[in-house]
Structure formats: C-alpha cells, structure tokens
C-alpha cells in the first residue's frame, strides 16, 4: 500500500501539472470564438484545477511516506 499510494501521488501530481499548464489553455484556445482568459493558480479556476488535485496528490505522498 505504501508503494502504490507513493506511486499514485507522485503520478497525480505529474498530472496536476500536465493537466492545468497545458491541457487547460489547450482547451480554452480551441474556442473557436477566441478565449482571452488568463489561468492562474490564484484564480478560481486554478484553486479547483491545480490545487485541489495537487492537494490529493501531496496528501498520498505523505500518507505513504509516513507508513510503515
């Protein structure tokens, strides 16, 4: 359980980044009526797309750094 809660916290956190640095704004400029919004990590967007799952990410790691 340690190795795999390590492991799916580690590849989440991969995930968060890939997800909100690139997919996010890929999908807003595939608007084809042009999106001219800013994604920030202090945004709302960025609180539910970045730090939510970054949170569940860091939170797996910890939980199996600290099993024994």
């Known amino acids: 359980m340690k190795t795999a809660s390590l492991a799916f ?8 980044f890939a ?4 997919l996010v704004p890929l999908g ?7 999106c001219r919004e800013r994604f ?3 945004s709302g967007t960025g609180l539910l797309h970045f730090w939510l799952p970054l949170g569940v990410a860091l939170s797996a790691v910890l939980y199996g750094v600290s099993r024994r």
């Open 19 to 22: 997800w909100f640095f690139f």
């Open 40 to 42: 920030t990590v202090w």
């Open 9 to 16: 916290g580690l590849l989440l956190a991969a995930a968060t």
């Open 28 to 34: 807003c400029a595939m608007n084809t009526t042009g």
